[in-house]
């Protein structure tokens, strides 16, 4: 018979069993890669995990990391030992927790971090990639754009907060990153980064320009992350940045926490 293999079997069954044999393969395959990043898993209440995992694990791989900054093997099964500050609202495991202390800094939900590496991220050529605009050499505001250096920032209750006193600017995408505003008085006066992306540029009262910041209050701005240095920001410092205002947009305020019923 034409297409046949034998009595009782066909091309057609042997395409489809060389399929289900192939996609089973690349299963186990991309189960096994997922597993490079964030394992070994720990239980949700007790937090214990299997020090010996063997399923699905795959063997190390090697990554050369540029600018002559070692090389990362993973998986590593290096578990995240940061201290959880937040609470479980019951004792089961699946119950949700709920931050104590300053929620904008728990490092939970929407503020959730990650232990990026305390250094700046780099250009091509391994320059600091993210620097404010007084050291970024060839940078500058477009012409006929809103230069946002002297603008007040209010925050979600509509009260300053500060004053934008540089611009940082991502010297490989050309585009700002962050708003530094000096927030603060007479000797307590400090700078904090903004990310870009919780800006709106408004026009307040008596058509006057301001940068208005819906995540957060006024009064947070005041604790915001710092960065270590005052011309680099890691890639660590700019994750907690993130995440700081991030958990604005829920815990900011109390009644962001409430349902809408």
């Known amino acids: ?27 186990w395959y991309l189960r096994k890669e997922d597993r490079r990043e964030g394992y070994p898993l720990e239980e949700d209440v007790s937090g214990r995990y299997n020090k010996h995992p063997f399923l699905f694990v795959p063997p190390k791989k090697t990554f050369v990391l540029p600018h002559g900054q070692g090389i990362k093997q993973v998986p590593d099964f290096v ?10 609202i019951a004792p089961a495991p ?5 931050p104590l202390g300053n929620p904008l800094l728990a490092g ?40 946002p250096r002297g603008l007040v920032v209010v925050g979600c209750d509509r009260k300053p907060a500060g004053t934008v006193s540089d611009v940082w600017v991502d010297r490989s995408e050309h585009l700002i990153r962050y708003y530094e505003v000096s927030i ?27 940068l208005y910041v819906h995540a957060i209050t006024s009064e947070q701005f ?40």
């Open 94 to 98: 699946g119950y949700p927790i709920e």
């Open 184 to 210: 603060g008085a007479a000797d307590t006066v400090r700078t904090v980064l903004v990310p870009n992306n919780f800006v709106v540029v408004q026009t307040g009262r008596g058509g006057i320009r301001q």
């Open 1 to 27: 018979m034409t297409g046949s293999l034998g009595g009782n079997l066909d091309v057609a069954q042997v395409v489809l069993y060389a399929f289900w044999i192939f996609f089973a393969g690349l299963v």
């Open 79 to 88: 578990r995240d030992t940061r201290p959880l500050a937040a609470r479980r």
């Open 108 to 147: 939970i939900g929407p503020g959730s971090w990650a232990e990026r590496a305390e250094k700046p991220d780099t250009t091509a050529h391994g320059d600091a990639r993210i620097v404010p605009m007084r050291i970024a050499e060839g940078f500058a505001i477009a012409e006929g754009q809103i230069d």
């Open 222 to 261: 005041a604790d915001v992350p710092a960065t270590a240095k005052p011309e680099t920001v890691t890639l660590r410092e700019e994750d907690r940045i993130m995440a700081y205002f991030g958990a604005g947009l829920l815990y900011a305020l109390r009644e962001r926490q409430e349902s809408l019923l």
